[in-house]
């Protein structure tokens, strides 16, 4: 049995994805750093009665993430697809963070989504087909918002250099960009963002798209 896990499965866009797929009958495993959100996102998923995993880690402990994937893997089987959705959303000038607030910043940004997407995508590539989506955004820079346009712009990078590598062996590796701040009922409702990943992952390998922007 094999199914989604979602790192980063929070309110908002993340438990928006886990439901998704939950509603098309896969196992979900949902990572969190908050054991509270773990709990609140998994009881969101019971009246699609598929399995739910249930993880505490944070992105940018290496090795708790990747326990985590393990767990997932152990309790599911290696993921159909893989969603990476944590993020540090702030608003910061030039000059305004100190050198470890911007590393602070790039560790959940890109270095997560980096040791989410090296520790899945070979077993993805062993098996011939799967999907890693992350979550991306600010399509241009924006000065009021550098750490996370400086993230954006660098998980973007991170996501070819992993379809590149990965892409032949039948991983799609892909980024759904958001150009706005996700609220309910607006032009950026989690729910409809989240359609974009599920149409992703069930895309034909001859019809792959690499970035969605909503």
Do not use: C
Request: aromatic share 6%; net charge negative; no cysteine.
């Amino acid at each position: 049995m094999s199914g989604a896990v979602v790192v980063g499965a929070g309110p908002g866009i993340g438990r928006a994805v886990a439901a998704r797929f939950a509603r098309e009958g896969l196992p979900v495993a949902v990572i969190a750093r908050r054991a509270r959100t773990v709990r609140d996102t998994a009881a969101t998923l019971r009246e699609f009665a598929v399995p739910v995993v249930e993880l505490v880690a944070d992105s940018t402990d290496e090795a708790g993430l990747r326990a985590a994937l393990d767990k997932a893997a152990a309790e599911l089987g290696p993921p159909d697809v893989l969603v990476y959705n944590a993020a540090v959303i702030q608003a910061d000038g030039v000059g305004d963070l100190t050198a470890r607030g911007h590393l602070d910043a790039y560790a959940v940004n890109v270095v997560g989504a980096h040791t989410a997407a090296a520790h899945v995508a070979p077993w993805m590539a062993e098996r011939g087909h799967g999907t890693i989506i992350v979550t991306g955004g600010m399509p241009a820079p924006v000065p009021g918002y550098v750490s996370l346009s400086i993230g954006k712009a660098a998980v973007r990078t991170l996501l070819r250099l992993v379809a590149e590598q990965f892409g032949p062996s039948g991983v799609h590796v892909a980024t759904v960009t958001v150009r706005g701040a996700v609220a309910p009922g607006t032009d950026y409702d989690p729910d409809d963002i989240a359609e974009h990943y599920w149409r992703l992952h069930a895309q034909p390998a001859g019809a792959w798209e690499f970035e969605v922007v909503h």
